[in-house]
């Protein structure tokens, strides 16, 4: 990954900076993707459950019950 990074940079393709700039800035979360095979794929989960929970109650008047409900369904 460091010599493609090398090779887009020697290039001066100025198409491929952007995604450079970001596999640098990301450079050990993705390193670490493939040394220990984590993701954040179960954080993503939990917040794609929530916005689902919550656009199904859209217009929540007590938001107390809402948060008590969320935490019992997904705790």
Known sequence: MA???KD????????FN???NTISINYRSILNYFINRS???SA????AKI?????Q????KNVEF?????TTIFA
Do not use: C, D
């Not at 887009?8 to 198409?15: A, L």
């Not at 109650?57 to 929540?60: E, N």
């Not at 809402?66 to 969320?70: A, K, V």
């Open 51 to 55: 916005k689902a929970f919550r656009a």
């Open 44 to 47: 993503e989960s939990f917040n």
């Open 66 to 70: 809402f948060l008590y409900r969320r």
């Open 18 to 20: 952007s995604i450079a």
């Open 39 to 41: 993701t954040n794929a």
């Open 8 to 15: 887009v940079e020697n290039t001066g393709f100025r198409g």
């Open 57 to 60: 109650f859209r217009g929540v």
């Open 3 to 5: 010599h493609w990074y």
